[in-house]
Nanobody, 123 residues
Framework: QVQLVESGGGLVQAGDSLTLSCAAS????????MRWFRQAPGKEREFVAT????????YYVDSVKGRFTISRDNAKNTVYLRMNSLKPEDTAIYYC????????????????WGQGTQVTVSS
């Protein structure tokens, strides 16, 4: 059974930093593309960042470029999202997502979702 468990969310002030983690089990993590998505209240879920199977390639939505960094540790079956200079508009539930294969672009299908972790940024 595949499980993706996010952690690290919380309530922070604008300008602060947070690091989200997503621990995966039940899949071959080292050959799985990983992404982060988010869903703000009243809005559709949106793509945030993606990372290739070996961490060699990454891609971000424009709104987080230069502030967020996605990374992975295949030895720990974990993907991270480092979020700096947080803004109130970053407030959302953040989900990690796994897609079989070496790479998954922003619109690729998702094989597995995590349960999400809440990030709230106050102004």
């Amino acid at each position: 059974q595949v499980q993706l468990v996010e952690s690290g969310g919380g309530l922070v002030q604008a300008g602060d930093s947070l690091t989200l983690s997503c621990a995966a089990s039940g899949l071959t993590f080292s050959s799985t593309a990983m992404r982060w998505f988010r869903q703000a209240p009243g809005k559709e879920r949106e793509f945030v960042a993606t990372i290739s199977w070996n961490g060699g390639a990454t891609y971000y939505v424009d709104s987080v470029k230069g502030r967020f960094t996605i990374s992975r540790d295949n030895a720990k079956n974990t993907v991270y999202l480092r979020m700096n200079s947080l803004k109130p508009e970053d407030t959302a539930i953040y989900y990690c997502a796994a897609t079989r294969g070496t790479w998954a672009g922003p619109t690729a299908g998702v094989d597995y979702w995590g349960q999400g972790t809440q990030v709230t940024v106050s102004s």
